[in-house]
């Protein structure tokens, strides 16, 4: 009895491992074919691609450009692909050798060792023209092309803006369950523009050349390589962006030459409040996730740099009485410690000089007025945000050019209002205060435009693959009040004393080939380097020329000492190349 027991439970067992394993391949061979798992794999397609041999001219997804047309990331690099099969048959190398200006011998050797195509192209010390491409694909030797690949750009820039991408085959199901046609190693944005406008990124079909090979890599079908493109004409498609290239360039060579290694600038065209350039430092580095953060996008302590919006308070609430004078001699609580030695000072010189005192007497006078007031100025010059573009585009409700943006912030607990040294510190831009760069290069730009606040642009166009429009990006207004002319006439005749008064924080700007209004601030971080001293936000903040300005301009190191900061030099910087390019 018990022999038959085991028997049967033994059969029992052999028959169910017998009926998963022809359930396995039934849902390899017939069910799932062609989305086989949690990432969707083609079956079909990867035994396809196990008997090939190809070489990407296109993955076909869409690009960047910049507001002149040129390439942001990619170029179409000239290139010359020789196919592993040519090992095994004659071919006339020395006739390619001679256009490409390399051996024929060189040439053979090379693809002795090759088992996948071989391309060769600029950093092969190829440099071959559009003609010298025609005349290698005139031979028509099998496995033998001259094509335009696109590649990456050796020198990338802007790489904090345009963001990155990666293989993500759940996140790629997860967001595109109706796009059955995309492989799962098909790459989607992860951060910055990738990610905002990944859904129009996408490819429809990569553009190859294909060669079928047997297990041991042969021929499989003779020597016939296929040529695969995408015929749609209207895929992929070119995100036109407002970034200049060359002062992109020019602002990244600006930092480093400066050693700014944590914080960066952003640059706006103040007439149509469009980015013209944005750095982030310190450089992205995939490996290293701390750096794919872009720090003009993220909440920093501003320092003086908020005074700005004490100042405009003051104003619009009548308490810049110009014969006015504060003991700037005391600190911001109004003690006298021994650092301050201002003497006595108006409104606007304390602004020029940066004294604490007038504005954490200005503050407190405020709170009395109104609690609201410094959190509502700060929203009427276009400061707290998010401050990019956001809008209706096509079935998006809410779409955002700039998806990692992040708001400012003035008070976190309320109960700080009514007390005194919360105010104070609030006043000078620290406490629970926190704007993004962005958001301060915005102000400055309002300020400078005559008070209109605008949400800011970084992208204008899509546009089709035929040059077509797809979608142009209106300019819109940021909502809420604004400030009154008085005020914005008044608060740029301040910034521009911060650079002519003899004694202010930004009389270096005196010999800058541009007038220059603007405001520095130095923020406490509450972090220590390793020697034991302290850091801090080194901030400058303006517009220029200050007449009639073109440009609003933003920089900023973070966790720096006072002695090592390169902000003043590198606004410096930034002033004279763009009147030399101007």
Not at 289 to 294: C, E, R, V, Y
Not at 449 to 471: A, H, P, S
Not at 549 to 575: C, H, K, R, W
Request: charged share 25%; proline share 4%.
């Amino acid at each position: 009895m018990n022999f038959k027991k085991r028997f049967l439970f033994v059969g029992t067992f052999f028959l169910l491992v017998l009926f998963f394993i022809l359930f396995r391949l039934a849902d390899l061979q017939l069910i799932h074919t062609e989305s086989y798992s949690k990432k969707g794999v083609n079956l079909i397609q990867e035994s396809v691609n196990q008997r090939t041999q190809e070489v990407v001219i296109d993955d076909g997804r869409g690009r960047f450009v910049d507001r002149n047309g040129d390439s942001l990331r990619n170029q179409a690099e000239p290139s010359l692909v020789l196919f592993p099969f040519l090992k095994d048959i004659t071919w006339p190398a020395d006739k390619i050798a001679e256009i490409v200006n390399i051996s024929s011998d060189e040439l053979k050797n090379r693809l002795q060792h090759a088992k996948e195509p071989l391309v060769l192209s600029s950093k092969d010390r190829l440099s071959l023209s559009s003609s010298e491409l025609d005349e290698i694909n005139d031979f028509k030797i099998p496995g033998v092309f001259g094509i335009y690949k696109q590649s990456p750009m050796e020198e990338t820039i802007g790489e904090h803006i345009l963001g990155i991408t990666g293989e993500n085959a759940e996140a790629l199901r997860r967001k595109y369950p109706e796009r059955k046609d995309l492989s799962y190693k098909t790459k989607i944005g992860l951060t910055g523009l990738e990610e905002a406008f990944d859904e129009f990124l996408l490819p429809d079909e990569a553009t190859k050349l294909l060669y079928h090979v047997d297990g041991d890599g042969h021929p499989l079908f003779g020597v016939n390589v296929k040529y695969i493109a995408d015929s749609n004409p209207f895929y992929p498609v070119t995100v036109k962006t407002t970034l200049n290239k060359n002062i992109q360039e020019m602002a990244e060579d600006v930092l480093a030459k400066q050693k700014v290694e944590t914080g960066g600038l952003v640059l706006l065209d103040v007439k149509t409040n469009e980015v013209l350039a944005m750095v982030s430092k310190p450089d992205l580095n995939r490996s290293n996730s701390n750096t794919l953060i872009n720090h003009m996008l993220q909440p920093l302590f501003p320092g003086s740099v908020f005074k700005t919006v004490i100042s405009a308070a003051a104003i619009e609430y009548g308490l810049d009485d110009v014969t006015r004078e504060f003991n700037c001699n005391l600190n911001l609580y109004g003690e006298k410690d021994g650092e301050q030695d201002d003497g006595m000072l108006t409104f606007a010189r304390s602004f020029a000089k940066s004294c604490n005192y007038t504005f954490t007497t200005l503050a407190e006078e405020l709170m009395e007025k109104d609690e609201m007031v410094i959190e509502d100025t700060a929203e009427k010059l276009g400061l707290l945000g998010p401050v990019g573009w956001r809008g209706t585009v096509f079935h998006y409700q809410n779409f955002k050019q700039f998806p990692d943006e992040k708001a400012g912030r003035v008070w976190v607990d309320e109960k700080d209002k009514k007390v005194e040294r919360a105010i104070d510190q609030t006043a000078i831009g620290q406490k629970d205060v926190k704007v993004t760069p962005l958001g301060v290069a915005n102000m400055m730009a309002t300020i400078a435009r005559g008070g209109q606040k605008d949400q800011v642009k970084i992208v204008e166009n899509i546009l089709y693959k035929n040059g077509t429009n797809m979608f142009s990006f209106t300019s819109n207004s940021l909502e809420g009040e604004k400030i009154s002319p008085l005020t914005v006439s008044k608060l740029q005749e301040m910034l521009r004393l911060v650079v002519t008064d003899p004694e202010g924080t930004g009389r270096r700007f005196q010999t800058s080939p541009l007038e220059v209004s603007g405001k520095s601030g130095t923020a406490q971080t509450g972090k220590k380097n390793e020697k034991g001293e302290t850091l801090y936000n080194k901030w400058f903040a303006g517009y220029f020329p200050s007449s009639n300005p073109n440009y609003a301009l933003v920089v900023v190191e973070m966790d720096t000492t006072s002695s090592q900061a390169g902000t003043n030099a590198a606004f410096y910087d930034i002033v004279n190349e763009l009147a030399k390019m101007d």
